[in-house]
């Protein structure tokens, strides 16, 4: 029985000395031993193994951490959006620092004098329209009224009901509705922090990111990174601007017409805009149904009215405010916002577009002229 002992201490005594020879004051730790037989079995399966399981993990962390990252991502792409500003100001002598508060200060401003202005007016309007459900219900039930007629034909009053009845009831859907709100402007606040470091940090995001590509690819793929950063840049503004227009041209409109709820009506258009392709189409069919509320001339008006304005929007504004910065065909454009809006919904249709940009740009760059040479 006290062989095998023995025999250990033994291997473990010529293993010490053979420790205590190769150990030098150079190397106190010796030399890197020989590499494993990669071709080994053993060595191939549990590699196999270990790549199924990291990757099975990464999934499921992915899986879990989902809405962080896509507020992450979000936060990321306003950054780049809002980096061509920083970098302005920079190049006019401003301190780096100075140039990110400058341009987070006149953003606050904006949006906090907006608001100012806008949310009392929000409340008297959403206020009048609760006031004033009570009538367009009764209208609704009329049959000799042009609403009642309508809610006739296609059930409306029943389609409102089911979604409330569908929805747990009035105070499941106010609570419902209470936590939306909460958890909406949670994740806003979450963006705007995250947004803020980005900005300030990235140059050295950019610099880490290029430093993950070998260095003999470096130089190629900081151009074609800039370009894209460039592309999503002016994405980003632009579409600010064209969602500014909207809401500008629509308010304008329904003053002229006496359409109720003006002011929260351009709103929710400018707001519905910022998504590609199908945002101008929903806000264009909101103020026409509250147009519809006035009269039949007013209503038809308001629909040729966003007729025009979405070829205005396709075929004048958009290709000369954002298009010259993507050069994204139009079928390339609705495939990508559908596929987006199907994976992340809202913000997977707002950055869908440059997603496919800066993808085109890899494809005609990279991917193209390999294939042509093979």
Do not use: C
């Not at 260095?215 to 190629?220: A, E, F, G, I, N």
């Not at 495939?335 to 249709?349: D, P, T």
């Amino acid at each position: 029985m006290g062989q095998p002992h023995n025999d250990d201490e033994g291997t473990i005594a010529e293993a010490e000395a053979e420790a205590a020879e190769i150990s030098t004051p150079e190397q106190p730790l010796g030399t890197v031993g020989k590499r494993l037989d990669r071709r080994s079995p053993f060595f191939i399966g549990m590699a196999a193994a270990a790549g199924v399981a990291v990757t099975y993990g990464l999934i499921q962390l992915l899986a879990g951490a989902e809405q962080i990252l896509v507020l992450v991502g979000l936060a990321l792409f306003l950054a780049i959006g809002l980096e061509p500003v920083v970098s302005w100001l920079v190049n006019h002598r401003f301190p780096r620092w100075l140039a990110v508060t400058a341009v987070f200060v006149v953003a606050f401003g904006a949006v906090g004098g907006f608001l100012a202005a806008a949310i009392p007016v929000i409340v008297e309007q959403a206020t009048a329209l609760v006031n004033e459900a009570p009538q367009y219900l009764r209208q609704a039930q009329d049959h000799n009224t042009f609403l009642g007629r309508l809610n006739e034909r296609f059930h409306l009053q029943q389609a409102i009901e089911s979604a409330f009845s569908s929805g747990g009831g009035l105070t499941s859907g106010v609570l419902g509705a209470g936590k939306a709100v909460f958890g909406a402007v949670t994740d806003m606040l979450i963006v705007v922090v995250l947004t803020i470091y980005f900005v300030a940090d990235l140059p050295r995001i950019r610099a880490a990111m290029y430093r993950l590509i070998p260095h003999s690819r470096r130089p190629r793929a900081i151009l074609i990174g800039d370009d894209i950063f460039a592309k999503v840049g002016g994405y980003v503004l632009g579409n600010l601007a064209v969602s500014v227009i909207a809401g500008v041209l629509t308010l304008i409109w329904l003053l002229i017409f006496g359409v109720p709820y003006a002011a929260l009506l351009a709103i929710a258009v400018a707001v519905l805009d910022l998504i590609p392709v199908v945002g101008s189409v929903i806000g264009g069919v909101l103020i026409s149904l509250v147009a519809l509320t006035v009269s039949l001339p007013v209503f038809l008006a308001t629909v040729g009215f966003a007729l025009v304005y979405r070829l205005v929007e396709d075929y004048l504004l958009v290709p000369k405010i954002i298009g010259s910065a993507l050069k994204v065909p139009a079928l390339v454009t609705v495939v990508a916002v559908l596929i987006g809006g199907a994976l992340l919904g809202v913000i997977g249709a707002l950055v869908a577009i440059p997603v496919a940009a800066a993808l085109l740009l890899l494809a005609e760059e990279v991917l193209y002229p390999r294939l042509d040479k093979a």
